[in-house]
């Protein structure tokens, strides 16, 4: 569901189905939440609202990149455990 928002003026639904559906083409990796429409005489001006998108922290530990370490076997594990943590200030 897209929250449609129409200012200075009216659109007919076929006309916000056409940009919402240009959004979603233009973006196709993004999640459309929201769009906001002004009609300023003949032209309408379109502002896309996106969803967040999901951050997963990524760390350096013990050489690789990684953002859980729930792949890593037990030795690695245990190097993580024992490596010397630094605070950042």
């Excluded at 999640?31 to 309408?44: M, P, Q, T, Y």
Aim: glycine share 6%; hydrophobic share 35%.
């Amino acid at each position: 569901m897209v929250d449609v928002n129409v200012t200075g003026g009216k659109l007919a639904r076929e006309e916000i189905d056409y940009y919402i559906n240009i959004a979603q083409e233009k973006y196709p990796d993004k999640h459309l939440r929201a769009i906001d429409l002004e009609v300023d005489g003949e032209f309408v001006n379109a502002k896309y609202h996106f969803s967040d998108v999901p951050f997963q922290r990524i760390r350096r530990i013990t050489g690789y990149l990684v953002g859980t370490l729930d792949r890593f076997n037990n030795a690695k594990r245990a190097e993580e455990k024992a490596r010397v943590k630094h605070n950042t200030q």
